[in-house]
């Protein structure tokens, strides 16, 4: 099998790491990828935004799968212009991604297949946007309705500052999604879908927050672990049955069927288990917690969802132990990242196995590694126990040096304390 993989991330660098383990998998080729992914494969420019450009390289390199990593690619309609060339896509289409593409579609999608959510209301201009505030009440929760690469959500007790980010959007002719807010710890759990048959991941925990204890703004995510040693073992069936299989139901039977990670972002609360949201690909950084782990072959894996076989994969196989990931960011992130920043001590960390970097926002400059994006590194710990894997994780990144960097150093740290 010759794959694709589209996207220059961390996660795509783990998703190549993983088909490369599989036996069945003859060539990855990654577009246009980054320096750590370009060590393991050849890596090739592309504009990810463009499908036209997309399906032509698959065709230029007789691709068996295309695996699709962003979403910008996906809203862009690139397994829509693979599937006109006969090319397997692991991936929605433009239609089916809009669960992520916009969250009112996404709201309104729920509500027909009865998952369970937080209460809400589209808002399209200050006055409504008020209304809703007063309803909900304090904490607020505002929600930018199209993408916005994890960062368009705010959280916070200020009204001013809730109302102010709505009208932000409004001013360029946005909408925002006001809700009701969810309390409890929240989960991520991706579900690999055919169109029909889910097969839910094991789970994980992120950290969006840019400080430690969930202070400061949003990010794309700044570290997870996995899996969970505090979740009920039957929550991931729960879920799958409630959630995941409902809204695949629900997309097939609106004539879009979702192929692709059906990602739920899940709040525990104290009234049962709630869908903080939907997005329509890998997480990142839980992918780098949750596909390091995974024994099943990646590529047969996925390769079986973009041609509707998923039934064949019912029962996954999975790596013992827990895995912790720390998000290494440029200075700046996440409002104006510093590039260009020399980045050093990698060399110290490739002699263990059980230990991983991953290139997210870095480039190769005049023979150099230098930073260029906001979240630069992914270091990835893999132990028989949550609270080893998550010192070794700390370890190795006491090893990296990027002037100017910052990281959470709460990752898993209250998780470690539930750990039998």
């Known amino acids: 099998m010759k794959c ?9 660098h783990v998703i ?5 383990r599989d036996p069945e998998v003859e060539s990855v080729v990654v577009a246009p990828g980054n320096a750590g992914i370009a060590e393991l494969v050849k890596c090739v420019p592309l504009d990810v935004s463009d499908p036209v450009a997309i399906g032509d390289l698959a065709t230029q390199l007789d691709v ?9 690619p996906l809203m862009a309609g690139a397994a829509n212009a693979l599937a006109d060339r006969g090319i397997a896509c692991f991936g929605p289409t433009r239609e089916a991604a809009l669960i992520e593409g916009s969250k009112a579609f996404c709201k309104e999608v729920m509500a027909e297949a009865g998952i369970p959510t ?27 309705d199209g993408l916005a690469a994890g960062k368009g959500v705010v959280v916070t007790a200020d009204r001013g500052e809730a109302l102010a980010h709505a009208e932000t959007c409004f001013e360029v002719g946005g909408t925002v999604v006001i809700e009701e807010f969810l309390d409890g710890p929240e989960v991520s759990l991706f579900g690999i879908s055919d169109g029909t048959t889910v097969v839910a991941l094991q789970p994980a925990q992120d950290f969006k927050r840019v400080g430690d204890n969930d202070e400061g703004p949003n990010t794309g995510g700044m570290g997870a672990y ?25 997309m097939k039977n609106r004539g879009t069927p979702f192929v692709g990670v ?13 869908v903080i949201e939907f997005n329509a690909r890998f997480g990142d950084p839980e992918t780098q917690v949750v596909l390091s782990r995974l024994l099943t ?4 894996f996925l390769y079986s969802a973009a041609t509707e076989q998923l039934a064949d994969f019912a029962q996954l196989r999975w790596e013992q132990g827990f895995a912790v990931n720390v998000v290494i960011a440029a200075e700046g992130y996440p409002v104006k990242p510093v590039l260009g920043v020399p980045i050093l001590g990698l060399e110290m960390l490739e002699a263990d196995p059980d230990l991983s970097v991953f290139h997210a926002g870095t480039t190769m400059n005049e023979g150099k590694l230098v930073t260029f994006g906001g979240r630069v590194l992914s270091v990835t710990a893999h132990a028989p126990t949550l609270a080893l894997a ?10 990296i040096e990027v002037s100017g960097s910052h990281f959470r150093r709460d990752i898993a740290l209250s998780a470690c304390s539930t750990e039998a």
Do not use: H
């Open 297 to 300: 072959p990646l590529g047969q």
């Open 262 to 274: 059906l990602y739920a972002g899940l709040a525990m609360t104290t009234r049962g288990i709630r």
């Open 226 to 250: 996995s899996p969970l040693p505090w979740l009920d073992e039957g929550v991931v069936s729960e879920v799958t049955k409630r959630v995941l299989q409902p809204m695949a139901d629900a």
């Open 390 to 399: 998550r010192e070794r994780a700390y370890e190795g990144v006491a090893e």
């Open 16 to 20: 190549t790491g993983a088909l490369l």
């Open 4 to 12: 694709l993989v589209v996207g220059s991330g961390a996660r795509e």
């Open 64 to 72: 068996d799968l295309v695996v699709i990593g962003p979403e910008i």
């Open 118 to 144: 937080a209460m809400a209301r589209v808002c399209t201009n200050a006055a409504q946007a008020q209304d809703a505030l007063d309803t909900f009440g304090a904490p607020y929760v505002v929600k930018d």
